[in-house]
């Protein structure tokens, strides 16, 4: 089980990047990194998954170093209405053992 | 579709009664996860269905707890003489065979007095 160690907290300014990096030391060959973000009392919401290298979608750029022990989500420009938690989830997927959420990160956008 | 729907979006209930809660899934997804959420904490998973079949149940919080999905499609969870402790978000969560990717529903937030 592939632990995950993040940011409680973080600041930003709008207009900002944001980068927010995740330690996943143990991960496993088989292993996904997937992000969610959460507003308050709303359930979370897939950002972006990725196996190596990068990742891009509309909403966020996912970093995954060759030795696949760390990632870093960031998401570019903020807004104010980027504020919310961000999980980093780590695991191959086949159950719910496997992939378990932490405490997560409280991103702060300021104006 | 419209996503993952959830009802009751708020419960207030008195120490000792039971509640159920119901989670509609996407239509297509085969997978059912129910988690538990409070306050400044991620989600806690409880257990899961594939189809019909509940697949995981071992991290029910206790014995009180108790969930179904008689047809494979939507889901009821169940808290049997609810305590004050049981207060919190309880969230539903739907996908296609591999838990890696989830899709939410809005929660039910659960008042126990």
């Known amino acids: 089980l592939a632990k995950t160690t993040q940011p409680v907290s973080m600041d930003s300014y709008e207009g900002q990047e944001v980068n927010i990096t995740c330690s996943h030391n143990?991960?496993?060959?088989?292993?996904?990194i997937t992000w969610y973000q959460q507003f308050p009392s709303q359930g979370p919401r897939f950002i972006i998954q990725?196996?190596?290298t990068k990742v891009t979608n509309e909403v966020a750029s996912l970093f995954i170093p060759a030795d696949r022990k760390s990632s870093t989500l960031s998401l570019p420009r903020v807004s104010l209405s980027d504020t919310a938690v961000y999980y980093c989830l780590v695991g191959a997927g086949y159950n719910n053992n496997d992939m378990r959420f932490g405490a997560g990160t409280r991103l702060t956008v300021k104006p | 579709d419209t996503g993952v729907s959830q009802d009751p979006r708020h419960k207030i209930t008195k120490r000792g009664q039971n509640v159920t809660f119901r989670c509609d899934p996407i239509?297509?997804?085969?997978?059912l996860y129910w988690y538990r959420q409070t306050l400044g904490q991620g989600p806690e998973f409880l257990t899961y269905?594939?189809?019909?079949?509940?697949?995981?149940k071992s991290r029910l919080l206790s014995d009180r707890f108790s969930a179904e999905r008689p047809k494979g499609s939507f889901s009821t969870l169940e808290i049997q003489r609810t305590e004050q402790g049981d207060s919190a978000m309880y969230l539903c969560?739907?996908?296609?065979?591999?838990?890696?990717?989830?899709?939410f529903g809005p929660g039910t937030r659960l008042l126990v007095l």
């Open positions: 143990n991960i496993a060959t088989n292993d996904y």
């Open positions: 269905f594939q189809n019909e079949a509940q697949l995981e």
């Open positions: 239509s297509e997804h085969n997978r």
């Open positions: 990725g196996y190596k």
């Open positions: 969560a739907s996908s296609i065979n591999t838990v890696r990717t989830q899709y």
